[in-house]
């Protein structure tokens, strides 16, 4: 039997599920979570491989218009990923969205989506949290459009219909030789998981603008055959104001995000690891190329 493979790009408005999608097709937890959107920012791999098909799902960040560099950035991974793949995934979130109309109207989603040589498939998620006539409703109204190979409800937490999301990209995945080894879920290293983690704690424990206002950086990462692995993560903030409400009272709030971070990070590494982190103030470091570049966020096209 042929093996497939090929590239599938989860992509939709921010905080409709996808990073919830991609982490429970996977059967591990790659992409944050958070219920504040945006939280994805960077494009993000995961690899489901069996014997006879690898699936290279993207995540990508929430469709958005830009108001900064930063989520100018976002923006061009989204389109990047979109054009990159043989299949995309668009997903709805139908308890905030039921007719599909304030996403399918929107002039960035139908830039992404107007390609008619890249086969989608709809995703309408959260359908655990609505009646089931407005699922139908829906699913008949955006089926009627043609615009989609197929719509499919689910949802991503409860895991429903997960299996008829993979049957249906299996349909339309190219037959391909594998492009990672059998054993490789991402194509990013444990540095940028912990950054991410520690930022996800961040987007927990913070309100307002701060957690927007957030980058991490792990500096040192120390791995020990004797004893706990050293990592050291600095936590730039935009504004001298906002140091000290990451900090909190007495460094309080800061030691809180430590052990939370700590605990995620070992389970994710499966080991024990030390962990500290400092805070540093970079001024408007989304609207500024230079810096955003040493953070990662390098145009697609570079």
Known sequence: MPVKAGFVSIIG????????LMNALIGEKLSITTNKPQTTRKKIIGILSTEDYQIIFQDTPGILNPEYLLQERMLEYVVAAAKDADLILFMIDISTDPTGEKTLSDEKVFEILKDKKIKKILLINKVDLVNQQVVENLINSLSEKKFFEKVIPISATEGYNLQTVIDTILEYLPEHPKYYPDDQLSDENERFFVSEIIREKIFEMYHEEVPYSTEVIVEEFKEREKGKDYIRAII?????????????KNGELIKKLGRHSRESIERFLQREVYLELYVKVREKWRSKPNLLKSFGYVPPEE
């Open 236 to 248: 730039i903030v935009e504004k001298e104001s906002q140091k000290p409400i990451i900090i909190g």
């Open 13 to 20: 408005k921010p905080n409709v599920g996808k990073s919830t």
